[in-house]
């Protein structure tokens, strides 16, 4: 049986969307500028990427709220580059560029400040050309960036379940361009989606199922990713929230969906309602993303944000680069052998010294068996105070000036800046 079409809504026969889950690989690479960033989708990693599109940012010297402009995209991207933490580079919005041209802008200034792999969320199908054009002329052209994709390129259906002409285009123009796609709906529980979490999770299933359907109909073998966004209202304020609990309960289900599927999966993890970075904007970035991460994400996003995804902040995005890297911990598993299970070891010092702290094997495994944190604090209670009694925040603000002030992002060769510089002309243009 083929398609259907009833009042004005396609409906795939179940074949086809088996067939088309087959088709679709279960394990592929992203890059970065440099090779040592590879994204190894499928594998259930927990990589971290920086939240996208948000229109405010935090002033690191005041923390108080203001539009982002250009320089703060720059400024982000770089922070973010250096952090160890920090896999996938989305960027934020700037208010003082082309609107006619604001994903190739931003697309131009990420592969400018990073080598770590980039993910872009398509707005406008208009754009996606230029958009290439930029990555392909940072990777040295078309050939070099399909072989080595430096970003995968999201589009995201309009809730209920419709794709309509911009996320539709931009989806067989991403397919075509043989780059990886990544399938983002957005529905809200009670607006734009049922009001149960599951009855949204089982909608948007079938939105992200729709693009899988359509990319492999068009190029089998296409890399896509499933990105399930589940979000909700507040229904005494009207607020959309990005919180804790709904938010990775809802992402756990639809990794779970898409884990049976075998297709590689992203959720936001490090998104929170809090409007600063305090115990709650913590606590509610490590439900949201732990959750999804023990059912096997590939991908957590919406790091660096604050106010249910609208503000970028410096602090923040330390903080969830310090969650990410536990989170890569927990989720790392543990290898079972003889060596670990240290049976022979634990019978050496039990009918000998009857300590373990000068054994060889614990001299073998001390450097590799814990977590090192990047910021927190493990000093003495005395060392703490000597060191000044600092906060997280506190010390997150210090090393993010660092950064700005210090950290520099090996530059792409003059040619390659020149002619992506062109691209970004041409598109503000409209050529």
Request: aromatic share 6%; hydrophobic share 40%.
């Amino acid at each position: 049986m083929g398609l259907q079409v009833k009042d004005g809504t396609i409906y795939f026969p179940r074949e086809t969307v088996n067939e088309a889950i087959k088709k679709a690989p279960s394990h592929f690479s992203t890059y970065g500028r440099d090779d040592k960033y590879e994204i190894k989708w499928g594998e259930g990693r927990a990589y971290n990427h920086t939240c996208v599109g948000t229109p405010f940012i935090k002033d690191l010297a005041t923390n108080e709220k203001k539009a982002v402009h250009y320089s703060d995209l720059e400024n982000f991207v770089r922070v973010s580059d250096a952090l160890p933490a920090t896999d996938i580079i989305s960027c934020i919005f700037p208010q003082d560029i082309p609107e006619q041209a604001a994903v190739t802008v931003q697309t131009a200034a990420m592969v400018k400040n990073t080598t770590k792999p980039l993910r872009i969320c398509i707005e406008s199908d208009h754009e996606t050309k230029y958009i290439i054009e930029v990555l392909a002329a940072a990777v040295g052209g078309l050939e070099a960036l399909k072989e080595k994709p430096i970003a995968y390129l999201e589009v995201s259906p309009i809730s209920p379940l419709d794709y309509a002409i911009g996320p539709s285009n931009g989806l067989l123009d991403t397919v075509e361009a043989g780059l990886p796609l990544g399938i983002i709906p957005c529905p809200m529980l009670g607006a734009t989606g049922p009001m149960t979490l599951i009855g949204t999770v089982t909608m948007h299933n079938a939105e992200m199922l729709a693009g899988v359907v359509i990319a492999q109909l068009m190029r089998p073998g296409t890399p896509v990713i499933m990105s399930p966004r589940v979000t909700f209202i507040d229904m005494r304020t009207a607020m959309g929230l990005w919180a804790a609990p709904e938010m990775g309960l809802a992402a756990t289900v639809s990794i779970q969906m898409a884990k049976y599927y075998g297709i590689p999966s992203t959720a936001t993890g490090f998104s929170c309602a809090s409007k600063i970075t305090d115990e709650q904007a913590a606590f509610e970035s490590m439900y949201n993303a732990l959750l999804p991460a023990l059912a096997g994400a590939d991908v957590i996003g919406a790091s660096g944000s604050l106010d249910n995804a609208l503000v970028s902040c410096y602090r923040k995005l330390i903080v969830d680069n310090e969650i990410s890297s536990l989170i890569q911990r927990a989720v790392k598993g543990e290898i079972v052998d003889e060596d670990t299970l240290a049976v022979d070891v634990i019978d050496e010092v039990v009918h000998g010294e009857r300590n373990f702290l000068g054994h060889p094997h614990t001299l073998k495994h001390l450097r590799t068996e814990l977590w090192q944190p990047f910021l927190s604090d493990r000093a003495t209670y005395e060392g703490w105070q000597e060191g000044g009694s600092t906060t997280f925040e506190e010390r997150a603000k210090v090393l993010a000036e660092k950064l700005l002030a210090n950290h520099t992002v090996e530059p792409l060769p003059a040619p390659a800046i020149k002619a992506i510089d062109e691209i970004v002309a041409r598109a503000i243009k409209g050529e």
